[in-house]
């Protein structure tokens, strides 16, 4: 019999018998309270909290969770296969770990001990650009397992080839252009805490390394690391680009393209004229625009309009693995898991890391098979119900 990632259920069982239960909670939606109790007020209130009074990231949950599954019986699912192709490469199963900056504030092995994670279970993650850890170095920690890059589009041509270049050298497939954050919201949550983490330093390794960046300073990064954060602040963000802008990045990327952020439908069209590959349907885990569409709401529209042009993906709430059955079902070919591997790395590091991809893709398996299918490609709108609140 195939391996299943469901086995992992048996597994916890088993080792129960020696008396071990797990280090973490299987049910991820219990991560965040967890981490709250455990690490810092400064570095959760970060990672958990949202723009506005919160209502984007509430709108988020809400909407996966107001579909139902309507499960399916004696469709022999005894055997099965998670894996997808997305974006022409060949993944395990339709998940990825999404862009998170800064992550050195939860745990000191950071994004090496995400790469790590992922490689171990050949989920490919998206590097953000606000990294803690450069992204050679993260590269190294991968070997050949799948990486994508996140670039965050800023206002220096030189640092966004400069990037784009090294990210290719280093083995990224796949680049993914975040849209929705040119400029960091209104986030009540860090404001009253005065708390960013760029202003010590934290998420600036791509930069601070980056050849093209340091030929902007005056100094070297070491003699005025001041004034490299500033320099770094000023270049971050760019909320002047145009659509005809992302010319530039197809010039100099030759792989897929796919632009995260994307709620619209039109927007969605206006990516596939443009010679994208691909967005990804997320507002950004209710951290930008504050009384937002719900990601999983927005979904379908973007699905209906472009699914035949582009590759559609998702994020935003996602927690357990019938969200990722329901997100699939919404027109998404695959999803990015957020918040729950970044409580997981703060909580236990690696393991932490690798029990959330477990925990999410055990789930998953399980749900699928036991709403009667054997493989995502089945699975569509015909799977769901949707309950009013
Ligand atoms: C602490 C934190 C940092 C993030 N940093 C980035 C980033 O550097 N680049 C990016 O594109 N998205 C970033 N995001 C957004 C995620 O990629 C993703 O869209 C979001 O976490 C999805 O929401 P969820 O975690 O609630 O499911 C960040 C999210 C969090 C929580
Ligand atoms: O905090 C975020 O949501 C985010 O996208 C970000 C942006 C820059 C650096 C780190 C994280």
């Not at 050949?144 to 030189?158: I, M, P, T, V």
């Not at 699914?307 to 695959?334: H, I, P």
Request: net charge negative.
């Amino acid at each position: 019999m195939a391996k299943h990632w469901a086995d992992f259920q048996y597994e916890i069982y088993l080792n129960g018998m020696t008396g071990a239960v797990p280090r973490l909670p299987t049910d991820l939606t219990r991560l965040e309270e967890l981490a709250e109790h455990r690490l810092g007020p400064g570095p959760v209130g970060y990672v958990a909290g949202s723009a506005g009074e919160g209502s984007t990231a509430r709108a988020n949950r809400a909407a996966l969770d107001r579909r139902r599954i309507v499960p399916r019986m004696l469709r022999d699912v005894q055997e099965r296969d998670l894996s997808v192709e997305v974006l022409g490469r060949a993944l395990p199963a339709p998940l990825a770990l999404a862009p998170v900056g800064t992550i050195s504030i939860m745990h000191p092995d950071a994004e090496s001990a995400v790469a790590r994670a992922a490689a171990a279970h050949g989920v490919p993650y998206v590097l953000s650009s606000a990294s803690s850890t450069p992204m050679e170095q993260v590269a190294e920690e991968m070997g050949d397992a799948e990486r994508w890059f996140q670039l965050y589009w800023g206002k220096d041509r030189e640092v966004t080839r400069s990037f784009l270049g090294r990210a290719k050298a280093a083995g990224f497939t796949v680049l993914v252009v975040t849209l929705d954050t040119p400029m960091m919201a209104w986030r009540p949550r860090d404001l009253d805490q005065a708390y960013l983490p760029f202003l010590h330093g934290v998420g600036t390794a791509n930069y601070f390394t980056d050849p093209a960046f340091r030929a902007g300073l005056a100094q070297p990064v070491h003699e005025d690391p001041n004034a490299a954060v500033r320099h770094f602040l000023g270049l971050f963000g760019d909320a002047s680009h145009t659509w005809p802008d992302l010319a530039f990045l197809r010039e100099h990327w030759d792989g897929p393209i796919v632009l995260k952020g994307v709620l619209h439908p039109d927007d969605a069209r206006l990516a596939a004229d443009a010679g994208m590959d691909g967005v990804v349907v997320s507002n950004h885990g209710g951290r930008q625009v504050a009384g937002s569409v719900a990601a999983a709401d927005a979904l379908p529209g973007v699905a209906a309009a472009v699914g035949d042009r582009l590759t559609v993906l998702f994020d935003s709430g996602v927690r357990t693995g019938a969200d990722v059955f329901k997100a699939l079902a919404l027109g998404a070919r695959a999803v990015l898991l957020g918040r729950p591997y970044v409580y997981g790395l703060g909580l236990d590091g690696q393991a932490g890391v690798e029990h959330v991809i477990r925990c999410a893709l055990a789930e998953f398996d399980l749900t699928l098979a036991l709403s009667g299918h054997a493989t995502p490609a089945t699975v569509t709108a015909d799977d769901l119900t949707e309950t009013p609140i």
